[in-house]
């Protein structure tokens, strides 16, 4: 790499580290609408960062949600144009009092940066406008053309941006859509992710009698709804981890045989997950090894439960009503809207008698599969090769960035996914963070795929 | 009945009232700390009460929780002596909003009086010593020999009241125990309650990984603790509502054809039941009709469960830990203990992999069952015969009033539970009231009783 671009890296890295803790300062939690105003000091943060990048057109695009940000440089004639998409919102920092340090008060130790959003997607986000920034000012100009569409509902499922997308096509138009929200496999494993899941999820509200009731009066004549609630979830998985909603796996593209031989040949550390989480036992679907159950499989689980009497001790009421919010991770070729109406029909002919339910769907999300044989995709692999001095591994991610399948479809385009996280960083839980090794290497990784997808 | 006491009670109606209003104005919450001050004040109202009765030996006594209030007469040679049980705190009165009237401020609307405690139990507490009163203001003597038992915190379960009544046999030393704290099955229709359920719970903390995870990173390949809990929890009953867990059912003593029978005869009207709650079908245990499901037939039910995201929308995690607070309503000879320990071997034996699970036992009460064809439970449905000019039911209750089975198996004394409630009163509701009618019939009841008795 151009000596000039590693010099500049390397002189700014205390600035951008300073500038990336501003940013992260910044608490946009998307799901919450006390934090509305933060939400709009993050896109005018983005947006601030993009005209500083040299960037031309940018502009806070109001949706019917949060803003998207944009912003494009596209000076490069003849050159390809790459999209870069991140988010610049978060996930709600509860329970709080089980960080280390405030969430929105960055602090390194040990090389790793703590604070909400240090690695989803704030982070990787921000590395994007510190590459473009290492070229600019070292050679004048830019290998490629690029745009930025930079959001902030990535954490509720992405809700406006399909519509914006779609509205503002001409705008977001490119030939290659590069996302950096996900991880490598583990620490030292460059990784280009070529598969997500989807996601679609129901509120289930079972209600029966119309105020909480005595125990002792009515119990044993009269539902509760707890417990019918109880029987509908438990209803959706066999014991062996099978979902038993009819239809649910009929579209399920299996693994192919040569990708199981790929996972297999990772030597994934399941020790390390059971060691890392502080269970005793992975405890998944019987018959698929834990990257198959992760990255191949759909799933069912219940993301929150509640009813009746929370408080300490005993309260001896028949609640009035239940709730648990689903969700299902979903694999290629699977439907969100197909698998939410199979849920719903599960759910009505298993409702016990004396309770009532109301069903509310959350959004939803496709599954994405990417050819891994582009030119875009094994270009950005080699990139990788040549910071990270190691071969790279195209794997699939368990998780959904809902959007990603959304360009697939919209654009009909390569979407390359370089995750500079690690699985290990607590997204969406206390005390996320952002390993510096892969802060500074991601940095250099990009600069090279630049470069090098200019010389295609 | 002595005209004399019949016109001292009507002429001293209002007086009475007033005084019930005034016991009914403290605000004397057991379970909330912050009303200890109220506690003690309703002690001190009581026992000043009952000495103004001219009881003797009136002591406030303390325990390690609240006080226990006792006073007694015991002029009446050679006759037996009756120990009146009560409790002069209530529950909570949340959700305050719900009242129509101020649950401390007692206001009398279409002959029914509205206050916190006003059928449960402090309104009936009260007519055993205006009953007394009545008897001795006119007669200048009682027939019989009385103690007063009266706690402060019965609607904690009593968790003091055995040790206090172990520590003092001979001061409580009765020939028969009579407690008004219960209600008749209907408007009009005179019972006397001859069982009641006993009481035994746990509280079940299912732990997986240490902290919250992602759901899309992990779900499918480690246990989701909410899952576990659904599983246990779903384990414990079949669809037809029985309890699954072995042994449960060992030492229940079945209801007798005559008691089926009786309850038969009392045309309960479960379409009411099904309007006062709202619901659109009772939905117990099959194979039994709604009085012996809730009257003779032992419960499980979850009185509360919660894990995970409980806020608006979706929040895709996995959840660290899942929570259940169950209780079982005990029949005899049910034993509390031996339950919780069947309990605790079925959640044991029904652990799903890769999750830990704690399991903490709540306060427990036996059940109760009195003969009810001993003499002085005969002697008390003569009583109400004479006031209500109806036939005495013998009912059963759901509830449980574990001090009752407490004072049985201490003293080996036949306990008389004369009381004087409507299922309609809204006991541990907002808006609870006691109806003026049975505060009248009541007070004459009790003079019958205790001359009758007398006599015997």
């Not at 949706?63 to 940000?69: A, C, L, N, Q, S």
């Not at 593209?253 to 199981?260: D, H, I, R, S, Y």
């Not at 759910?347 to 509310?360: C, F, M, N, R, S």
Request: glycine share 8%; net charge negative.
């Amino acid at each position: 790499m151009n000596q000039k671009i590693e010099d500049y890296l390397v002189n700014n890295r205390d600035t951008h580290l300073s500038q990336l803790k501003d940013f992260l300062a910044i608490p946009s939690i998307s799901t919450l609408p006390e934090h509305k105003a933060d939400i709009e000091k993050a896109a005018e943060w983005m947006a601030e960062s993009l005209k500083r990048l040299e960037m031309d057109n940018v502009k806070v695009y109001e949706t019917k949600g949060h803003p998207v940000v944009y912003g494009d440089w596209m000076k490069a004639e003849g050159k390809p144009t790459v999209l870069i998409y991140g988010h610049y919102d978060v996930q709600p920092v509860d329970p709080v009092e089980l960080w280390n340090s405030p969430p929105f008060s960055a602090e390194i130790r040990d090389e790793k940066i703590y604070a909400r959003g240090a690695s989803d997607d704030k982070g990787q986000t921000f590395m994007h406008l510190k590459a473009l920034e290492a070229i600019l000012k070292t050679t004048g100009t830019l290998p490629l053309n690029f745009k930025f569409c930079i959001e902030g509902e990535e954490e509720m499922g992405s809700p406006n941006l399909p519509a914006f997308a779609e509205a503002h096509k001409d705008l977001l138009e490119a030939d290659l859509v590069v996302v950096s929200d996900t991880g490598m496999i583990e620490k030292g494993k460059p990784s280009i992710t070529y598969g997500l899941r989807g996601l679609c999820g129901l509120q289930i509200d079972v209600r029966g009698p119309k105020g909480d009731i005595h125990s002792g009066l009515y119990g044993g004549g009269v539902q509760n709804p707890i417990h019918a609630l109880v029987q509908i979830v438990d209803s959706f998985r066999s014991e062996d981890g099978h979902i038993l909603v009819n239809g649910f796996y009929d579209d399920v593209l299996a693994a192919t045989e040569q990708e199981k031989e790929e996972f297999a040949s990772l030597a994934f550390n399941e020790e390390g997950v059971k060691q890392e989480l502080g269970v005793n036992e992975l405890a998944g679907e019987k018959g698929y090894s834990y990257l198959e159950q992760t990255w191949t499989r759909p799933t069912l689980e219940v993301n929150g439960i509640y009813g009746g009497y929370q408080g300490g001790g005993l309260k001896t009421v028949l609640p009035s009503s239940a709730h648990a919010k689903i969700s299902c991770r979903l694999v290629p070729n699977q439907d969100p809207s197909k698998i939410v109406e199979l849920l719903k029909q599960h759910i009505i002919q298993h409702l016990p008698a004396g309770v009532d339910v109301e069903l509310t769907p959350f959004d939803q999300g496709y599954p994405f599969l990417t050819p891994i044989d582009h030119p875009y995709v094994q270009a950005a692999g080699a990139a990788y090769e040549q910071v990270y001095d190691v071969k790279t591994t195209y794997i699939r991610s368990g998780g959904s960035i809902p959007i990603v399948a959304t360009f697939t479809q919209l654009f009909n385009l390569p979407v390359v996914l370089m995750g500079f996280g690690l699985p290990s960083e607590n997204f969406h839980a206390p005390n996320e963070h952002f390993h510096l090794e892969n802060f500074d290497k991601g940095l250099r990784v990009l600069c090279h795929y630049w470069n090098d997808l200019a010389k295609m």
